[in-house]
């Protein structure tokens, strides 16, 4: 017993010590450059101030994610006394990992912090720059290329959603609502970093010059499709842009992220591997363990959560009880931040931070990127039936991030409604012409389904490869015409 009471205190004494910023700003980082301002500009509590005052406030009712435990649990004040009681004795257990004092009144650690872990933004709901932020000035090139893609990944979705529902492909996915999360992020890091997504990220690949032909192609399932059509549309890789292939199974990525940022160790690279995870991805076994064996090999890899509020029907307030992910870094020894992630400039100067803090420290970040998936789950949801149109119409017009980034940028004298709609018009040509090609692409021939697993397939395979073509001539009316056999 004796033990567990000196790590209770032990454990509330280090997250007082960490919690301005989750250990950001006020350990390591500050020997990191892009820390340094962020350190000297800006106090922990001036940015507590801030996110209080935010027009995003935790407390607005079309905000999901819900606050309400932090404030009424009894248990939440007692974390407070724990960490301002003097010592009542001088005496420490000396354990491994370090020496842990002893007290000798029970007291328990409560399940949550009074106040929720701040979020990061740099830029207001109307696209103006916070006064006292900490923002560093990003080239018109560089905005102006995130901007544009983020309209192109908008286009990319209108379109290829309107082909599913004319049943020209089975299925797909929208990322609407985190154009943000998606390009800005993908435009902080290096051509050399292993990206291992989910699947609601097709930005980063699109930012890494993934063409409109090769995401037609695999949405199409055709000859030139790198998967060779063995994937459901929406499962992209690309082996020459360093992007895995996405996998249905939620977090199979994460533990795999991990062993490739080791690999880049070992390998002294100046990379590193960055994963994406949804809200609902981390409540699989596999976040928690990616997250403890980065932490304990210290593996260069950036976990970038996208909470968009919604795992398919699951609300967040079902899927975890602490106060979002943000704070799982922190029980795991990872530095860990929250951020805005429908503010571009705050999540591309955050995930730049991080990249930085992953390689020359050669350590795992956790970042948090509050969002909201405006769109349907998939092409086989309904998102109106589990939740509220306003709460929709509320993070698709007064928080679209698409709208709020362009307003900074029209604001820079960087863009106007000419190049707005040239730019719209020429994509949808593009988007046109690449979906009509893929169309009347041929389709993989039969024999792909057998193999690139086994050098020779074995007996059991080589015997459905024969079934399978006696069945299809027997019954040709009943499957496809347009693939070769
Ligand atoms: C291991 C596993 N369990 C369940 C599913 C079914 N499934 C597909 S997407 C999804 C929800 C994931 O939500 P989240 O991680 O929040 O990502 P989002 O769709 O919100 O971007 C579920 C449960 C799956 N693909 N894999
Ligand atoms: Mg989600």
Request: glycine share 6%; hydrophobic share 35%.
């Amino acid at each position: 017993m004796a033990i567990w009471f000196t790590r209770s205190r032990s454990i509330a004494y280090y997250l007082k010590r960490k919690m301005s910023f989750m250990g950001i700003l006020n350990q390591h980082s500050c020997t990191n450059p892009y820390f340094e301002s962020i350190c000297s500009s800006s106090s922990s509590s001036s940015r507590i101030t801030d996110a209080e005052n935010s027009s995003i406030s935790c407390h607005s009712s079309a905000f999901p994610f819900s606050v309400h435990r932090f404030e009424s649990t009894k248990a939440a004040g007692q974390l407070d006394q724990l960490y301002s009681s003097d010592d009542e004795s001088s005496q420490s257990l000396d354990f491994p990992g370090g020496k842990v004092a002893y007290i000798s009144e029970m007291r328990f650690i409560s399940e949550s912090n009074q106040k929720r872990i701040p979020c990061y933004r740099l830029l207001n709901d109307n696209g103006e720059l916070i006064n006292g932020s900490d923002f560093h000035q990003v080239t018109e090139e560089l905005a102006v290329k995130m901007y544009s893609k983020m309209v192109t990944l908008q286009q990319m979705d209108t379109i290829f959603y309107e082909a599913q529902r004319q049943g020209r492909i089975s299925f797909y996915l929208t990322s609407v609502g985190e154009e943000a999360a998606n390009i800005a992020s993908a435009a902080a890091l290096g051509a050399d970093d292993v990206v291992l997504p989910q699947y609601r990220e097709p930005g980063v690949l699109l930012w890494r010059g993934f063409t409109l032909e090769e995401f037609a192609n695999q949405c199409f399932g055709n000859k030139a499709d790198y998967g060779k059509g063995r994937q459901m549309p929406i499962h992209y890789g690309s082996k020459k842009l360093n992007y895995f292939t996405v996998s249905s199974p939620i977090a199979t990525q994460l533990p795999q992220a991990v062993g490739a940022a080791y690999s880049l160790k070992m390998d002294k690279k100046d990379a590193c591997a960055v994963t994406y995870i949804g809200d609902g991805g981390t409540s699989e076994g596999d976040f928690h363990a990616a997250l403890n064996f980065a932490a304990v090999m210290e593996a260069p890899v950036i976990f970038i959560c996208r909470n968009n509020g919604w795992a398919i029907s699951t609300h967040i307030s079902e899927q975890f009880r602490s106060d979002g992910v943000v704070v799982k870094g922190q029980a795991y020894g990872i530095q860990s931040i929250r951020v805005d992630g429908n503010d571009a400039l705050a999540v591309y100067r955050t995930i730049r931070a991080a990249r930085e803090i992953a390689i020359s420290e050669q350590k795992p970040i956790l970042v948090e990127a509050l969002t909201y998936r405006v769109g349907h789950h998939s092409t086989s949801d309904d998102s109106t039936k589990y939740r509220p149109v306003d709460e929709i119409e509320y993070w698709k017009m007064a928080r679209n991030p698409v709208n709020r980034f362009r307003k900074w940028v029209e604001r820079n004298g960087w863009w106007s409604d000419k190049e707005e709609s040239e730019l719209r018009s020429s994509i949808r040509k593009q988007l046109l012409q690449a979906i009509q090609a893929a169309e009347k692409t041929q389709k993989p021939e039969l024999g792909n389904l057998f193999s690139d697993v086994y050098d020779h397939p074995p007996l059991n395979l080589q015997e459905q490869e024969k079934q399978l073509r006696e069945t299809i001539n027997r019954h040709s009316q009943d499957f496809p015409s347009d693939v070769p056999m």
